[in-house]
């Protein structure tokens, strides 16, 4: 009964997440320990990012609003423990621009869609337990008893990749002859804090919220298409945010995590982590 009402809660926090359409998980919450590895999946999906209209083409048009409406991402964390407070992490994968919607004064409309790229980055996170506290429900739905801690920390993560532009529609037709590279840099600093529920000495539950700057630049050489060549450098306008996460540990060695962000452009994560 008591992994069934905590299954319970973690379904609720999950439908919750999902919602609110909160760039990556810094999973795992928690520090490895000192020397300790552990391997991450991620999936991580952001949406509509405004970015400065910056950029013209050849033939005289000027940029009036470029959105990025979707990048995905998948990768594989590689994290090493420092100590009982600290990890460090690299990550490689794929990425992929979805969606650069382009608006040019003169009315006429770009979208802009890549092929995936390598993917790589890097980062770190600190972590501090505040206090541990005990608890004791007992009325006519819950009978138990569990201790759970109070945390905060600091997550930094940087990401960097180049897609090529690969399909392009101008005022709803396709384009002929697309090229160019989409270079994209992301860095985010988070604070997060949360709380520990421990369910048995093999299952514990950790909801946690954060707020983040993310700083995301994406700029060209020049993709060209038809006749035309349109030359960008263009950075992301809002940059503070906000999210709420879930991270549970089934075991000692192995956790999964959701994390929703927004504000500060919207994304959704999910991860899975095995320790060593």
Do not use: C
């Amino acid at each position: 009964m008591k992994i069934s009402r905590f299954f319970l809660l973690f379904l609720s926090m999950l439908v919750f997440v999902s919602y609110s359409y909160a760039a990556g998980v810094g999973n795992p919450i928690k520090p490895l320990g000192n020397m300790k590895f552990a391997v991450a999946g991620e999936a991580n999906f952001n949406y509509g990012r405004d970015m400065d209209a910056n950029g013209e083409s050849t033939s005289g048009n000027s940029v009036n609003s470029l959105e990025l409406a979707e990048i995905s991402q998948g990768y594989v964390k590689l994290i090493l423990g420092l100590s009982d407070f600290a990890n460090i992490f690299a990550k490689v994968g794929t990425a992929k621009i979805n969606g650069l919607d382009i608006k040019f004064f003169s009315g006429e409309g770009i979208t802009i869609e890549s092929g995936g790229d390598f993917l790589y980055g890097f980062g770190g996170s600190l972590f501090y337990r505040l206090s541990r506290e005990e608890m004791y429900f007992m009325d006519k739905y819950l009978n138990w008893y569990s201790d759970f801690d109070f945390f905060a920390g600091l997550n930094l993560d940087a990401s960097f990749f180049n897609p090529d532009a690969d399909e392009m529609t101008v005022a709803g037709e396709s384009a002929a002859n697309v090229s160019g590279e989409l270079k994209t840099r992301e860095f985010q600093v988070s604070i997060f804090s949360g709380i520990e529920f421990h369910v048995d000495e093999n299952l514990s539950i950790v909801p946690y919220v954060n707020a983040f700057w993310n700083g995301l630049s994406l700029d060209t050489d020049g993709v060209r298409y038809d006749f035309d060549i349109l030359n960008f450098d263009t950075n992301a306008q809002d940059e503070f945010g906000a999210g709420v996460g879930l991270e549970v540990n089934l075991s000692e060695n192995i956790s999964f995590n959701i994390e929703g962000r927004f504000l500060g452009g919207n994304s959704v994560s999910f991860g899975a982590t095995g320790k060593f």
